[in-house]
Structures are given as structure tokens and as C-alpha cells.
């Protein structure tokens, strides 16, 4: 079972220049989430999802783009990188099925993250 | 909005016990804590809704007063392999579903 898997693993960019991190899993989970972390610090939510053609934004989208055409799917889009959007980028995604008081519990599974560095 | 994590940092010994604070100013739906190690992704340990304790594995625990927008982790008799960043993330009760992380507490166990 892969689990939640990101490709590539790192990369270097030219300011400027533009991107896709690719995210998928294979749990059929419904949520998907893209964190950043700065070195030394907290993960920032960029964008989320809580299903096949719905996205939301977070804490910190701008200069990013999201699309969920599947349920597996959620690839983050830089356009236009900036040295700013030195990161690591977590993908992680949850089974939240029910609403109200069935809500299940949304426990996050990550990926192994993608090292970017913009010079 | 972004919980607060007290303290940033800690150091033990093997086999003390350590407190990591968590609270936020909104009115939370869950508080979910992460640990996660240097270099790798965060990993789940638990999530509590509404208040109350919540046993995890080893000798973790947490408990959520809700009232107070208030969390707590407690690390007992804390082993070598407790060391990392420790994350609380909350969802709001106004917009659960975006789960916001705090900046995290660094701990150290060492022999």
C-alpha cells in the first residue's frame, strides 16, 4: 500500500520559472491537503480539498494553484516562483466520511514531502 | 487562525515528563497532535473532539478543554524515542475541515 506519494522528491527552480508537485494516493481518501514548511518552522496550509472538484484555499495561497479532477489527485502549481517559495511541501490527505455528529475523525496521513529551492 | 504552542522548546532526561501546551483564541471543533521527526513527515498521534483525555500510544496522552480552547500533551517517562517537533493542528468549529498547525515545540530526550 503506497499510501500518499510525491513526486519529485526535490528540485531546483529559476526565479521565474514555473511547476507542478504532484500528489496522489491510493486510499480513496475524500480530503487532501498542501502544507509548506519553512525551515525551522510550522506547517503552513496552502490549499485543500474535501473532494473531487472542490477546493479551498489556506493560510498562505498566493502564487499557487490547485485543480482536483479525482479523487486521487491534487497537484499544487507554482507559477512564477520566487526565491519566497523556498520550501518543503507536505501532501496529505484523510477519510472523512458523514457530516455533523457522524463526521468521522480526520486523522492526515503525509507524504514524504518535496524539497524545492528557488535561485 | 493559528493555535499557540507552548513552550518552543524542552530538554529531558530519559525518563522525565514533559507538558506541551496548545491554545487558540477560536472556538475549536478538534485539536490533532503531530510528531515529526528531523526529515521526515509528521506523524499522526491523536485527535480529540470536544473535551475530555485521550490515551495514545506508549505513554502519551492528551486531554482538550474545550471551554477554554485549551490542549494539552503529556509525555511520561519520556524515551530517547520521543525526540521531535511536536505539532498541534485544530480545526474551527466556524470552518472544520482546514485543519491550522501551531509552530510546534522542539524535544529533546537525552541519556
Known amino acids: 500500500n503506497a499510501g500518499v506519494t510525491q513526486t519529485p522528491k526535490f528540485r531546483i527552480l529559476k526565479i521565474g520559472q514555473s511547476m507542478t508537485l504532484q500528489c496522489t494516493q491510493d486510499?480513496?481518501?475524500?480530503?487532501m491537503y498542501w502544507y509548506r514548511q519553512d525551515p525551522g518552522m510550522g506547517l503552513k496550509l496552502i490549499y485543500y480539498s474535501v473532494g473531487a472538484g472542490i477546493t479551498d484555499k489556506g493560510e498562505v495561497p498566493n502564487g499557487y494553484n490547485v485543480s482536483r479532477s479525482t479523487t486521487e489527485d491534487f497537484p499544487l502549481r507554482l507559477e512564477l516562483a520566487a526565491p519566497s517559495q523556498t520550501s518543503v511541501y507536505f501532501c496529505a490527505s484523510s477519510y472523512v466520511p458523514g457530516q455533523g455528529a457522524l463526521r468521522a475523525k480526520n486523522i492526515q496521513y503525509f507524504g514524504a514531502g518535496t524539497r524545492l529551492s528557488v535561485l | 487562525q493559528q493555535p499557540v504552542q507552548s513552550p518552543q522548546a524542552v530538554i529531558l532526561r530519559e525518563g522525565e515528563d514533559a507538558v506541551i501546551n496548545c491554545s487558540s483564541s477560536k472556538a475549536l471543533y478538534s485539536v490533532h497532535w503531530y510528531r515529526q521527526k528531523h526529515g521526515e513527515a509528521p506523524v499522526f498521534l491523536m485527535i480529540l473532539l470536544k473535551g475530555g483525555e485521550q490515551k495514545g500510544h506508549d505513554k502519551i496522552s492528551a486531554s482538550f478543554n474545550e471551554k477554554k480552547q485549551q490542549s494539552s500533551l503529556y509525555l511520561t517517562a519520556s524515551q530517547l524515542s520521543y525526540s521531535g517537533t511536536y505539532f498541534c493542528g485544530t480545526e474551527e468549529k466556524t470552518s472544520y475541515d482546514k485543519v491550522i498547525f501551531g509552530p510546534g515545540t522542539s524535544l529533546s530526550v537525552i541519556p
Open positions: 486510499m480513496n481518501h475524500n480530503y
